[in-house]
């Protein structure tokens, strides 16, 4: 999840009493988020802000004498700019795709790494989350461009196993991840929907004759039933060398 930033728009700052609450509540919220910013014309009030808010504004006082709905246009221009900046500038999230990552291997110890009870997906989010509950932090850079072309190595004609191995994993690592990191009944929460509509589909797929797309939602069902019996995620592909 991407770290939230705060932006008060408030083209024009007299000394009056709307102003007043602006101060106070602008102050207040500095406390709940971590990034807070206030677009104006003038920094004619900043010694009123908290330090922490980023003041963003026309040091020319030219500004200061247009009227108002000159104001409102030059600071949407502001507005403007500052969203074009965020978009090159790193932001904290929760979670990073596992294809690409950098680590700061300085930070790691025998308590941080992979978890190799995860054979596909979800050990990405199961570092990440243990990253920021040890104090780390986890970031995406938008100037970093990445060309994942996904399931390219796989060939052709083993292309049926590797979606059944797929199938199955995903819905074991699912519940695994739950339930190491959130506990027993989140998993039951997170993943009980997906075993019904498994076993359904499985069903209408046996009636119509869908030989493959049955596989798949038995497949499903298969790894839920290993991951809530605390099997390993023991499932390979079969593929014949």
């Not at 808010?53 to 507005?79: A, D, E, H, P």
């Not at 990440?128 to 994942?148: E, F, M």
């Not at 498994?198 to 049955?214: A, Q």
Request: aromatic fraction near 18%; hydrophobic fraction near 40%.
């Amino acid at each position: 999840m991407r770290e939230k930033k705060l932006v008060i728009f408030m083209p024009s700052i007299e000394d009056g009493g709307v102003e007043k609450n602006l101060f106070l509540i602008s102050n207040f919220l500095i406390k709940k988020f971590n990034n807070v910013s206030l677009i104006t014309v003038s920094n004619k009030f900043k010694s009123k802000f908290d330090k922490k808010i980023k003041l963003t504004f026309f040091k020319n006082n030219y500004f200061n004498f247009l009227g108002r709905r000159k104001k409102f246009f030059v600071c949407l221009f502001l507005l403007f700019l500052e969203i074009l900046k965020d978009k090159n500038t790193p932001f904290q999230v929760d979670y990073v795709d596992g294809f690409s990552m950098l680590l700061n291997k300085n930070k790691f110890n025998d308590v941080i790494h992979f978890d190799e009870n995860f054979f596909l997906y979800l050990e990405n989010n199961d570092l990440c989350l243990r990253v920021k509950r040890a104090g780390g932090s986890v970031y995406i850079v938008p100037t970093a461009k990445i060309n994942h072309r996904g399931s390219m190595t796989v060939d052709a004609k083993y292309k049926d196993e590797v979606e059944l191995s797929r199938n199955w994993h995903w819905i074991w690592s699912k519940f695994y991840f739950n339930k190491k990191n959130f506990g027993f009944s989140k998993a039951i929460i997170e993943c009980l929907p997906t075993y019904i509509s498994s076993i359904l589909k499985f069903l209408f797929y046996t009636l119509i004759n869908n030989g493959f797309k049955k596989k798949i939602h038995l497949n499903r069902a298969s790894g839920f039933y290993n991951a809530l019996i605390g099997k390993s995620s023991w499932y390979r592909p079969k593929i014949d060398n």
